[in-house]
T-cell receptor, first 113, second 108 residues
Framework: DVKVTQSSRYLVKRTGEKVFLECVQD?????MFWYRQDPGLGLRLIYF???????EKGDIPEGYSVSREKKERFSLILESASTNQTSMYLC????????????FGPGTRLLVL | GQNIDQPTEMTATEGAIVQINCTYQ??????LFWYQQHAGEAPTFLSY????GLEEKGRFSSFLSRSKGYSYLLLKELQMKDSASYLC?????????FGTGTRLQVFP
């Protein structure tokens, strides 16, 4: 069974704090993705990575950065959290970027006060 | 441009059949995914259509028409546990483009 884990299920941070969201997958997938999910807006892609140390901007990268130092781990960083970054963050991984299903982690619900 | 459209909400009765439609526009289209997402949980894979036509998988079937940019998910013999959001996602070379999801409520 594919397993994607995320470091926290719930997180509360203050405006201006630096926030790290960690994602780990155990299937040796090349591709990893970070999404945020908001009511009425669906899943929106923030960043993705198709190899170690490689990253590509998704549709809404502003205010975020990522790090992929090891194949199994993909981190999302909020350099200075703002209230409009309050959201559900979902990590996913897959064998192929477009042709294979993505496997999702349980999500991190982030509240920025 | 890229665009995925699906209804926001649908309701149905236990034991009935429901069809959730999805229209899409994306460059470099590969195929169409359907995911199920229960409240507070991660999306889970339901189906992937690459070729035109209907693919059946138990109570769930998915249809694709590439020429029309159209897909649907058909759920038969609805059960209460089918109450969830259903996400349509078009894939291209790089990524998946998700619709906003259709929230299905099944009533007894």
């Amino acid at each position: 069974d594919v397993k994607v884990t995320q470091s926290s299920r719930y997180l509360v941070k203050r405006t201006g704090e630096k926030v790290f969201l960690e994602c780990v997958q155990d299937m040796d997938h090349e591709n990893m993705f970070w999404y945020r999910q908001d009511p009425g807006l669906g899943l929106r892609l923030i960043y993705f990575s198709y190899d170690v140390k490689m990253k590509e901007k998704g549709d809404i990268p502003e205010g975020y950065s990522v790090s992929r130092e090891k194949k199994e781990r993909f981190s999302l960083i909020l350099e200075s959290a703002s209230t409009n970054q309050t959201s559900m963050y979902l990590c996913a991984s897959s064998w192929d970027r477009g042709r294979e299903t993505q496997y999702f982690g349980p999500g991190t619900r982030l509240l920025v006060l | 441009g890229q665009n995925i459209d699906q209804p926001t909400e649908m309701t149905a009765t236990e034991g009935a059949i429901v069809q959730i439609n999805c229209t899409y526009q994306t460059s470099g289209f590969n195929g169409l995914f359907w995911y199920q997402q229960h409240a507070g949980e991660a999306p889970t894979f339901l189906s992937y259509n690459v070729l035109d036509g209907l693919e059946e998988k138990g109570r769930f079937s998915s249809f694709l028409s590439r020429s029309k940019g159209y897909s649907y998910l058909l759920l038969k013999e609805l059960q209460m546990k089918d109450s969830a959001s259903y996400l349509c996602a078009a894939s291209n070379t790089d990524k998946l483009i998700f619709g906003t999801g259709t929230r299905l409520q099944v009533f007894p």
